[in-house]
Structures are given as structure tokens and as C-alpha cells.
């Protein structure tokens, strides 16, 4: 079974940097990849991607330094069992507001006795046979990485709770969300916002688990360093591409108006 690069890495003390995929495209993630992130992860709440298309993103990372990640919108055994066997090795699973919530994701991610995922040798994660099944069942929960987004007012009030959740790896805080449970809906500098991450941070890192968020500009992924985030994802894949044809438009749009004034 493939060492989970991602998950080894942020044991030993190291940060992560990746992005987010909500563009339906392998080529899309094969160029993510050569920029030398350290993850991607695919959506599966918001775009319309099937989940046989993910396993194809996720195919498409396999055996490189990027680890795929699938995001998960629903908490539920089956959604979750099915995410899993498409052979990925990282899962984050959406509106986690309770310890109870945290517990359930673990349970649905990893088989006996850390969990109580259905078994089937007959898959990805097994070399599709039946062979050494107990040393093979050790590695996948040893190898599977499991993130929860805490996204709303309930889930950061709960968050000391949620941290405490045995097999749960990272907490990934959704700042907007933060923003708006102080009453401040998308001020993401206020000061308030600021501390209360830092809080996040300091009680994720206090409970052995590793703290993530999303940095929506270069001035922000300053500040997720410096709040000690050390899984940090930039923006999305969409962003990105209309973000740089903008740019490339306005260099072009000037260049026009400076050429037309000679």
C-alpha cells in the first residue's frame, strides 16, 4: 500500500500547501500537480462531479508527491465508504459540529477496531485480492488521513470537544465562517476574527492535531503562516485560472491604451 506522503508529513512536524479542484477536469489536475503542491482536493459538495469521475482525478495523482484529498458534503457511512474505495488515502468531510459528528466520520473511514468500515478485499486499496488481509486492513487506517470541516457557530463552539476525537487528524476552519459567528460576516482582518483563529490553532495543535484553513489572497497566506496553520489551501483552480486571464486582460487593455497614446 502507497505511503500516505501528505499524512507522513505533517507527523514529522512539517506544513502542507495545495489547493482546491471544483473544475470536472484530469488535466486540470495534472497541471495542479506539476506546480509542486503538496495536495489537492477535490470537491464533491458544490461542483456536479460524479464520484467515478473523482476516482479518476484521484487516479491521476496516485504515485506522485501530490496527495489527492476528496471532500466530502454529507456525513454519512455510505457517502463516506464509497468516497474511500475509489482508492483515495485522504478524505475531508463537510459540517462537522460535534465531537459525536467527529466520531461518526472515523468510524464510517476505518475498518476494525478503529472503525467499523465495510469490508470488501475486492478494491483498490487491496491490490483487488483477498491476500494478507490483516497486515493490508493495518496500513489503510494507518494510512488514511481524515480532516473535518468545522464550518458553522455550533462546530467552533464545540471545537474543544471536536479536537479531543480519536483518528481525527486535522480540523480545517472555515473562516468565513468564524467571521460570521462573531457577527462579522466576511471581515476576515478584524482583529476579533484573528484572535478567535488563533484560538482554533492553539486548541488543535494543544490536542496533537493539525490545524487548516484556506488563505483567500497573498496577504492571507501570510497570516495563516503566521497564526501557525500548517495546512494551508490557496483559493481553487477556477479562481485561479480567471484570476490570471483578468490580470493578462488588463496588462493587455493598458499596453493597448499606452501604444494608442504615441
Known amino acids: 500500500m502507497q505511503v500516505n506522503l501528505l499524512k507522513q508529513k ?36 458544490h461542483p456536479p462531479t460524479s464520484l467515478q469521475y473523482a476516482q479518476s482525478q484521484v487516479f491521476s495523482l496516485l504515485g506522485t508527491k501530490c496527495t489527492p ?5 454529507k456525513n454519512s457511512e455510505p457517502d463516506t465508504l464509497r468516497a474511500v474505495e475509489t482508492g483515495v488515502q485522504s478524505i475531508m468531510v463537510s459540517h462537522v459540529s460535534s465531537a459525536e459528528e467527529a466520531a461518526r ?35 489503510a487506517n494507518e494510512e488514511q488521513f481524515i480532516g473535518v470541516l468545522v464550518e458553522g457557530e455550533e462546530g467552533i ?9 480519536d483518528g481525527i487528524d486535522m ?14 460576516p466576511g471581515d ?3 482583529p476579533r476574527v484573528i484572535k478567535l483563529l488563533r484560538d482554533c ?16 489572497s497573498k496577504e492571507y497566506l501570510s497570516l495563516m503562516v503566521d497564526l501557525k496553520f500548517r495546512f494551508v489551501s490557496y483559493k481553487n483552480d477556477s479562481f485561479v485560472l480567471r484570476e490570471g486571464l483578468e490580470k493578462a486582460k488588463g496588462w493587455h487593455d493598458e499596453s493597448l491604451l499606452n501604444s494608442l497614446r504615441k
Open 10 to 45: 505533517l507527523k514529522n512536524g512539517g506544513s502542507a500547501f495545495g489547493t482546491w479542484s471544483i473544475l470536472s477536469s484530469i488535466e486540470a489536475a495534472m497541471v495542479m500537480r506539476s506546480s509542486g503542491l503538496d495536495f489537492v482536493i477535490f470537491d464533491l459538495e
Open 69 to 73: 484529498i476528496l471532500r466530502l458534503g
Open 105 to 139: 466520520v472515523v468510524r464510517s473511514a476505518k475498518y476494525y477496531p478503529d472503525g467499523d468500515r465495510g469490508l470488501s478485499p475486492f478494491t483498490v486499496h487491496h491490490g483487488y485480492s483477498d491476500e494478507n488481509m490483516s497486515s493490508k486492513l493495518v496500513a
Open 157 to 165: 463552539a464545540n471545537l474543544e470537544e471536536i479536537v479531543r476525537v
Open 171 to 184: 480540523i480545517y476552519v472555515g473562516i468565513y465562517d468564524v467571521s460570521q459567528s462573531l457577527g462579522i
Open 188 to 190: 476576515l482582518m478584524n
Open 201 to 216: 490553532v492553539t486548541l488543535t495543535e494543544e490536542a496533537d492535531k493539525i490545524a487548516g484553513s484556506v488563505a483567500v
